[in-house]
């Protein structure tokens, strides 16, 4: 099996390195309370082997997973969700209402995914995506909560991202697990202790306004920490806020400011991307080289710049 890299924190939580793309882009959390424990996403079908080995490690049965609580239906969050819950007898899967039917047939979100990767990529990068039991599938309305062996659980509606994403509030531990609801940060990018945070702005569903709005959202239950799916915990939240809402405006002008179309468009766009996170990334002190810096930010450029477009088509008309 591969090597598994696990970050505890306080609280009972731990980071999960799912191996997906590279070391340190993908994360599910594992949330312990008592004899009781919750996923927050899952990865892909690859990281089955894992999550079960860690539980192994935590010397938790798979008997005592009472929840998969996956923040949106992306498969980078959701894709193993089906695989998994096959090994959890009593787990229920958590998930936006938004989301229910695409996991019960997840067939239009395997065709979504495809549409975006290719089918060899989609193939490669997310293998199988089984469905999971409409049976066991709670939908999560905005402020459900969950009780896990007596910790309390608040499910916040966070669209921005995608129309089918919440986040979970940790009340005991003062933390969120926020998805991609408040951003990407990497753990290579941090300088003295300080992490850097971009926007993520995928198709089809990005929302500059309901995005800012949701990062409020999360800042008025004033976390201590931040559990990003890529990738890990973060502190220094409102630090994080202001830079984050500063790219979302970034992202919003730079993209308006494009007046060609189709390919020549996704060039510039993509141009001008790698360009601002190149300048930002100097400020904040980071001191890689710039092919390794693009190397890490390729995946989630290519995504950023497919999102913008399906918004500037939209907010055009």
């Not at 494009?258 to 100097?282: D, H, N, Y």
Request: proline share 4%; net charge negative; charged share 20%.
């Amino acid at each position: 099996m591969t090597d598994i890299h696990c970050f505890d924190h306080s609280f009972g939580i731990t980071t999960i390195d799912t191996g997906f793309v590279r070391p340190g882009f993908d994360a599910s959390h594992l949330i312990i309370e008592g004899d009781q424990a919750a996923f927050v996403d899952v990865g892909v079908s690859s990281a089955v082997p894992l999550l079960l080995q860690v539980l192994q490690n935590k010397h938790l049965a798979p008997e005592q997973v009472k929840y998969l609580i996956l923040t949106h239906i992306h498969l980078d969050h959701a894709g193993a969700a089906g695989s998994l819950l096959a090994y959890l007898p009593y787990a229920q899967v958590v998930v936006h209402p938004r989301g229910v039917r695409y996991l019960a047939v997840p067939k239009r979100l395997v065709k979504g995914s495809t549409t975006v990767y290719g089918e060899a990529r989609m193939a490669s990068l997310f293998g199988e995506v089984l469905p999971v039991p409409s049976e066991r599938i709670i939908a999560a309305k905005d402020h459900t909560r969950l009780d896990l062996n007596g910790r309390s659980l608040l499910l916040l509606d966070t669209a921005g991202h995608a129309r089918h994403h919440i986040c979970i509030v940790d009340e005991g531990s003062q933390g969120i697990f926020t998805g991609d609801t408040f951003g990407l940060s990497y753990r290579e990018f941090d300088t003295e202790k300080r992490a850097f945070m971009f926007p993520t702005t995928p198709p089809m569903h990005f929302d500059p306004e309901a995005m800012h709005a949701s990062i409020d959202q999360l800042l008025t239950y004033q976390p201590q920490m931040l559990y990003l799916t890529h990738f890990g915990a973060v502190s220094d939240v409102c630090r994080l806020a202001h830079d984050l809402h500063e790219g979302i405006a970034q992202f919003t002008t730079l993209a308006r400011g494009v007046s060609a179309q189709g390919e020549e468009r996704t060039q510039q766009l993509t141009a001008k991307m790698q360009a601002l996170l190149l300048t930002r990334l100097r400020a904040h002190g980071c001191q890689l080289e710039e092919t390794r810096i693009m190397d890490l930010l390729a995946p989630d450029i290519m995504l950023n710049v497919m999102g913008l477009e399906v918004w500037l088509d939209k907010t055009r008309g």
